[in-house]
């Protein structure tokens, strides 16, 4: 702005220059008359007398020899003011192009308003704006199916990190108090304590450490026990047991069900949580015998290792009532041929419909014992098992189909659980387990009970299990035959 208001004095300053300068070239070019011209003069005559009609000359005609003289001084005035004119525009034009090149310079030495080479002013040298251009429908499908492909190729890699952090974990040997050993009606011996390797029958067997479990517990609970007594009866107990067993090698999945009614070795503890003695009792009374968490796990893994003979278990998981309507309705509802008559506790429920279970639907199905406890005959729980097995398998192919599709519900249903649960299982495991279970498949072959016989004692059902088939069973399941 300054250098502006210069240039306007210094135009003022000037003017009175231009016009002394305008009168001088006025007068310098004032227009030549006749009488100025001598040769004109001379000319004029001889031309007359050449002529028979003399014409009429500036001198011949007095009136316009006066107009031509009044008119100079017109004519010198208006060419005088045309030529100042001319000069004061001409300086204006330098000015304005000077200002503007200033202009310019300034605003390319300024980086606030020269930033990635665009000019944010109006540019007197540019009048046409570039047109825009215009994004295709087809490029953005393409960037937005990148995008997706991108986000799905990061989800099966977290997932397979996932996985294998999983496998490690699972094969890691819990602390335990409970050996090896085998039964004393069976012609089997120790091979090797540190190992579990056995010898049965002249053939060696040797304990497959590929191999990992997970205890299942159902807890007859609406809501698993939050005040962490012990021995006081508020625990509950493990009303279903199901031990899931991998072969991390071979991706092979076995499902032991457990008579809760098993009887075996439990430790008792006192209210306060000191550990009293060991009795022969039923197993779900294990899960009693603690806090109604970890403790009551921890209690009920010992037991069911004890039943099978020193195998480790490497994990457990237990979740109360309230859980089984609400992972049965987050994949859909399970459907199941109903078993036996149910009408008692659903008019649906009729033995030999197909249904589609649905929320407190599931529950009664898989735990109705249709009497009492205390008036119940020593087979009501074998039959329960066999709707849990039923439902059990047709739940986890229903899964493992799902799972096809998307791989990450399993650790959706582990979230959705995580709610009506105790476990160490973490969803690390879970991935793992469940990416196993899809590739190499489950169906309810893959589903074993506990053989023994059930019987009724002075007050409640026993479970007495047959040593030596149970035993066949473990080497089938937990062990691989040295062949020599």
């Not at 599931?362 to 109705?368: F, G, K, L, M, T």
């Not at 105790?422 to 387990?433: E, M, P, R």
């Amino acid at each position: 702005m300054k250098k502006r208001n210069n240039a306007k004095k210094q135009i003022k300053q000037k003017k009175p220059e231009k016009v002394a300068q305008a009168a001088e070239v006025t007068a310098a070019a004032e227009p030549e008359t006749v009488e100025s011209r001598p040769e004109e003069k001379e000319a004029t005559p001889q031309a007359g007398k050449a002529e028979t009609a003399e014409p009429e000359t500036a001198e011949s005609r007095p009136e316009a020899k006066e107009k031509a003289s009044s008119a100079g001084p017109e004519k010198k005035e208006r060419d005088g003011e045309e030529t100042t004119r001319e000069l004061w525009m001409g300086e204006e034009e330098d000015i304005s192009q000077s200002l503007q090149e200033e202009l310019q310079k300034k605003l390319q030495e300024s980086p606030d308003l020269t930033a990635g080479n665009r000019f944010y002013g109006h540019d007197v040298r540019q009048h046409d704006k570039e047109p825009k251009k215009r994004i295709r429908p087809l490029k953005v499908i393409l960037i937005l199916l990148a995008v997706i492909l991108a986000l799905m190729l990061l989800a099966v890699a977290a997932f397979a990190l996932i996985s294998s952090r999983g496998k490690s974990e699972l094969l890691r040997k819990k602390e335990s108090d409970v050996e090896f050993r085998v039964p004393d009606k069976v012609d089997a011996k120790i091979a090797d304590e540190n190992t579990g390797d056995v010898i049965y029958k002249g053939k060696k067997y040797c304990y497959n450490d590929k191999v990992t479990s997970i205890l299942c517990m159902g807890i007859d609970r609406e809501e698993l026990n939050t005040t962490g007594s012990v021995g006081a009866g508020d625990s509950g107990q493990a009303d279903s047991l199901f031990l899931l067993v991998i072969d991390t090698e071979t991706g092979k999945t076995t499902i032991i069900s457990i008579s809760r009614d098993s009887m075996v070795d439990v430790n008792v503890y006192s209210n306060t949580g000191s550990y009293l003695n060991t009795e022969k009792l039923q197993l779900c009374l294990a899960y009693t015998y603690g806090d109604g968490r970890e403790m009551s796990c921890e209690n009920t893994v010992r037991s069911v290792s004890r039943l099978l003979y020193g195998i480790p278990i490497n994990s457990y998981a237990a979740i109360d009532l309230s859980a089984i309507p609400v992972l049965n309705d987050a994949v859909g509802g399970v459907e199941v041929t109903v078993l036996e008559d149910l009408t008692i506790k659903d008019p649906s429920l009729t033995a030999g419909e197909r249904i589609l279970l649905r929320g407190q639907q599931a529950e009664w199905y898989v735990r109705s014992r249709l009497v009492e406890e205390k008036e119940a005959t020593a087979d009501a729980n074998n039959l329960r098992m066999e709707r849990q097995k039923q439902y059990l398998s047709a739940f986890a192919h229903k899964v493992l189909q799902a799972s096809k599709e998307d791989m990450t519900l399993p650790i959706t249903l582990y979230d959705v659980a995580s709610d009506y649960m105790v476990t160490d299982v973490s969803a690390a495991k879970v991935a793992y387990l469940a990416s196993l279970m899809v590739q190499k498949g489950f169906d309810a072959s893959s589903i074993l009970t506990v053989p023994g016989e059930s019987t009724m004692g002075e007050t409640y059902a026993e479970f007495h299990v047959d040593e030596e088939a149970l035993y066949e069973m473990i080497l089938d399941v937990f062990y691989t035959e040295q062949v020599q």
